[in-house]
């Protein structure tokens, strides 16, 4: 270890290590534009300059390793005329780069000046990283500096399209102020990962976190994009992971399970929906699928629950429909189930967050055959939602503006053609080959579908014993049906395992209670956003500053999904680190979440009834969607009342707790008495 004095503090880090970094471990920020992190320092930009005692020269901190004893000034008058000499000759290069004015106005530059010279309509700052990137991590060197003088720039060779470049694309991430176009260096067209969560509407990288409320909540690697496992090459999250949890050596295990019984659920994929060329899916940026449309009006979707046109970004303004794609045709001939009632579904929730957008269901006929369906398929139409019986046999597109047309035959037989802002094609389901191979490897039936053949009478059972299904892999069906197919194969599974019943089981354990009886209450208040379902509604800035007031209110922080397992972790550990003794969750429905997270103050030690939830999503958010003042007013409300009732929380402890309330209910019939 090196010790040194930056700016009048001591600091001491590893032998190595450049002055940047040392000023970055304490926390002095050293302005920089052509330092990165995966490689080599180069001391290009100048900003870095610093001013090393007794020493007559400035030297760029990012390239000057600390040696024992010296004593560096990062903000001196000599640095800073320096360093605002440099940004004056950066700006005069590239006036327009918003980067380069955002450091200007920090260093104290005033732009004003900069009139009185000429100015140049440039972007690239010459700091090198794109082509040492390219050299030094991706171990291509498709790009390099060419020229000298006024006249250096960075180039392919000869200035010609390069033939070896990949499109990585890692030139362009780490250019500080995105002068860097592929377009201009390769022939090669880019091709962005799509994102499978997001049913690639948007893309995503090399590293990534499935989903937002995976579990376990980590990142994975993509093995067939990553250029380590490509070409053996970058390794650049090597340099930015801190606790340096990156293995490339780890490979995929292989774990026996001796299993008594096993259910199957292998799920369903979409009817591709580019087999039906004549409805335009994957020519035209404004149709896509019913599972994308999903995702747009998801709080964790790409554009955070707004819905909008994949070509320009703008709300659509009128949505069509199209029903059975794929699904009632010669390939899949029988009904998906579910596309009539998620068609509805999806057009009333654009109905409540956009009342004015035109909805129009284009369909066969409509199969509401649930309980509770047809009442939701009225609704809708309450709500504005146009159903019209006909199957649309093509889409076209005007370029102009990117909107569609669509032709079809009206209920009394005279044709119309109507202008959309976005088509969704209400897409089918079909088996996946790998439920097909599932089913191959248990040597268990399917049916002409290509689903799982099931008894009549006992839709969780397969051809063979101690072999049981739910879901979407014995036929379509909605989710409450999966649910309860899947609570079904569960009773199956212990009615056949009956004589093993608790032989295997492993009670959990939990640290000891902490006695806080006669404290005074320390309530810490975890408020979600729920994604947007609270946070698109809610203030929830304003209502976190509100629930610092409140009496014995002694933490307070909000999350945007509180009921993550990272979050769980989170709320443990604030719990212990701030001595809470009443926890308070304000987000969605204690039906469901108010067990999760008693089990949370378990595990951190405290009675799990010295919690309380505040329901401000279906009780305030979604009941006040389109009145953001009055969701925040009552939001505060609603926490301000748990607050009050933790307070007057008391624990109950194990010598009270063999008394157990019991309650007799009396069936009044339909009169409902008890």
């Known amino acids: 270890m090196v010790k040194l004095n930056i700016d009048g503090r001591q600091v001491e880090i590893e032998e190595g290590k450049t002055i940047l970094e040392a000023a970055e471990s304490a926390g002095i920020k050293v302005p920089t534009l052509c330092y990165h992190k995966a490689l ?68 104290g530059v005033d732009e004003a000046i900069l009139k009185r010279f000429r100015q140049d309509d440039e972007k690239c700052i010459l700091c090198g990283l794109c082509a040492r990137v390219c ?39 780490v250019c500080p102020t995105g002068a860097v176009n592929l377009s201009e260096i390769t022939k090669n067209k880019p091709r962005p990962i799509p994102s499978e969560y997001n049913a690639g509407l948007v893309g995503r990288g090399s590293i990534y976190i499935p989903f937002a409320q995976a579990i376990p909540k980590v990142p994975v690697i993509d093995r067939d994009t990553c250029m380590h496992f490509l070409r053996e090459a970058c390794k650049s999250c090597e340099n930015f992971c801190g606790p340096k949890a990156i293995n490339y050596d780890q490979k995929d295990e292989v774990v ?23 409805l335009g899916y994957g020519r035209y940026p404004n149709v896509i699928s019913s599972l994308q449309f999903e ?7 790409p554009y955070m629950g707004n819905v909008l046109r994949p070509s320009d970004l703008k709300p659509p303004k009128k ?8 699904s009632r045709e010669i390939e899949h001939n029988y009904c998906s189930s579910v596309c009539c009632m998620y068609a509805t579904k999806e057009a009333i929730i654009v109905k409540e967050h956009q009342p004015d957008t035109d909805c129009t269901i284009f369909y066969i006929d409509i199969r509401a055959f649930g309980k509770g369906f047809e009442a939701y398929y009225n609704r809708a139409k309450e709500l504005g939602v146009k159903y019209i019986r006909c199957r649309p046999s093509s889409i076209k597109e005007l370029p102009a503006t990117h909107n569609l047309m669509i032709q079809y035959q009206k209920e009394d037989g005279g ?41 009549e009478f006992s839709p969780t059972e397969s051809s063979k014993p101690g072999i049981y299904v739910a879901g979407l892999f014995s036929g379509p069906k909605d989710i409450p049906e999966s649910v ?15 004589e093993e019943k608790g032989s295997l089981i492993t009670e959990k354990t939990y640290p000891p209670e902490r006695d806080v009886r006669g404290q005074e209450p320390r309530i810490g208040v975890f408020i979600c956003h729920c994604g947007r379902n609270i ?23 909000d999350n945007v999904y509180t009921c993550s397992t990272d979050t769980q972790q989170a709320i443990t550990k604030k719990i212990q680190e701030h001595d809470l003794n009443r926890v308070i969750v304000a987000s969605c429905t204690p039906r469901t979440h108010e067990p999760l997270f008693q089990d949370t103050l378990r595990e951190a030690g405290l009675n799990p009834y010295l919690f309380e939830m505040a329901n401000i999503r279906d009780q305030c958010s979604w009941v006040h969607m389109h009145e953001p003042e009055a969701a925040t007013e009552k939001a505060k409300d609603l926490i301000r009342m748990a607050v009050a009732k933790a307070r007057l929380l008391e624990p109950l402890y194990p010598q009270f707790v063999d008394v157990i309330p019991r309650a007799l209910v009396i069936g009044g019939g339909m009169a409902g008495m008890t």
């Open 415 to 455: 044709i119309a053609t109507d202008e959309f802002d976005l088509v969704v094609l209400s897409v089918g389901l079909r088996p996946t080959p790998e439920g097909t191979e599932l089913a191959r490897i248990f040597d268990i039936d399917l049916n002409e579908h290509g689903f799982v053949s099931t008894k």
């Open 535 to 557: 946070a698109g509604v809610v203030n929830i800035s304003e209502v976190v500053e509100y629930v610092k007031t409140l009496p014995d209110v002694s933490y307070v922080e």
């Open 484 to 498: 309860m197919e899947a609570c079904a194969a569960a009773s199956k599974v212990m009615s056949f395992l009956a």
């Open 40 to 107: 080599l320092p180069h001391g290009a930009c100048r900003l870095c300059v610093v001013e090393i005692a007794g020493r007559p020269r400035l030297v760029a901190s990012c390239a000057c390793p600390v040696e024992e004893g010296i004593e560096v000034k990062t903000a001196s008058p000599r640095v800073l005329k320096a360093r605002k000499l440099t940004m004056e000759l950066l700006l005069l290069r590239c006036p327009d780069v918003p980067k380069l004015k955002e450091l200007a106005e920090g260093i």
């Open 256 to 278: 026996n399970i001796e299993a008594g019984a096993v259910i199957l659920a292998s799920g369903y994929e979409i009817i591709d929906p580019e087999l039906k060329k004549e």
């Open 135 to 173: 050299r030094e991590r991706m171990a291509v060197g498709a790009i390099d500096f060419v020229n000298r003088g006024y006249k250096r720039r960075v180039s392919p060779p000869f200035a010609e399209l390069s033939p070896i470049c990949l499109t990585c694309g890692a030139c362009e991430v």
């Open 295 to 301: 995702r747009l009006l998801s709080a964790s979707g």
């Open 319 to 326: 949505i069509a429909f199209i029903q059975c794609v794929g």
